[in-house]
T-cell receptor, first 116, second 114 residues
Framework: DAGITQSPRYKITETGRQVTLMCHQTWSHSYMFWYRQDLGHGLRLIYYSAAADITDKGEVPDGYVVSRSKTENFPLTLESATRSQTSVYFC???????????????FGPGTRLLVL | AQSVSQHNHHVILSEAASLELGCNYSYGGTVNLFWYVQYPGQHLQLLLKYFSGDPLVKGIKGFEAEFIKSKFSFNLRKPSVQWSDTAEYFCAVNAGNAGNMLTFGGGTRLMVKP
């Protein structure tokens, strides 16, 4: 089915471990985004990518690494997980309108990450 | 950097009551505005959006929002809520100087009592 998928949906890990969250979209959207959702903070942008091999920091990038070797995939890696990274992570994609106007972002189902 | 404020963190209503959720943003230039909804256990879905034109925007499921530029506001309304509207609602803004990034408000959790 077309859409945006995330894996795993649930993950428990320990402090200091490396964790990679996967995101895959089938629309060939140019832009992809990673957000974390925490109570009281809404969604905060971690990283985004305008195209393959182009990534940029968002509001809260520290402790995270991203890559985008293919348009359809945008993995997010926590190099050394910390308890403060316990959160729900959402991936999103969008295709800007002509002139670069932001179009709707489409969200994946989320990954619930617990760092012990 | 722009910011987005949603004044009500939690709202509890009875079915058939009217709803208005506030959203204010800080950027003074051209903006694109969005309301997203997250039903329990689900991902975010677009309710409605404003890019230009008529400041009163109608979305899905009977929701509407009004862009008032002078007040930097984009409040969400629904004349008569249903139990199925129980969800978390997020206002988001794309400012003209922010490329394709969205800034989200903190969200409002709506509970509709049957």
């Amino acid at each position: 089915d077309a859409g945006i998928t995330q894996s795993p949906r649930y993950k428990i890990t320990e402090t200091g471990r490396q964790v990679t969250l996967m995101c895959h979209q089938t629309w060939s959207h140019s832009y992809m985004f990673w957000y974390r959702q925490d109570l009281g903070h809404g969604l905060r942008l971690i990283y985004y990518s305008a195209a393959a091999d182009i990534t940029d920091k968002g509001e809260v990038p520290d402790g995270y690494v991203v890559s985008r070797s293919k348009t359809e995939n945008f993995p997010l890696t926590l190099e050394s997980a910390t308890r403060s990274q316990t959160s729900v992570y959402f991936c999103a994609s969008s295709e800007p309108l002509r002139g670069g106007i932001q179009e709707t972002q489409y969200f994946g189902p989320g990954t619930r990450l617990l760092v012990l | 950097a722009q910011s987005v404020s949603q004044h009500n963190h939690h709202v509890i209503l009875s079915e058939a009551a009217s709803l208005e959720l506030g959203c204010n943003y800080s950027y003074g230039g051209t903006v694109n505005l969005f309301w997203y909804v997250q039903y329990p256990g689900q991902h975010l879905q677009l309710l409605l959006k404003y890019f230009s034109g008529d400041p009163l925007v109608k979305g899905i499921k009977g929701f509407e929002a009004e862009f008032i530029k002078s007040k930097f506001s984009f409040n969400l309304r629904k004349p008569s809520v249903q139990w199925s509207d129980t969800a978390e609602y997020f206002c988001a803004v794309n400012a003209g100087n922010a490329g394709n990034m969205l800034t989200f408000g903190g969200g409002t959790r709506l509970m509709v009592k049957p």
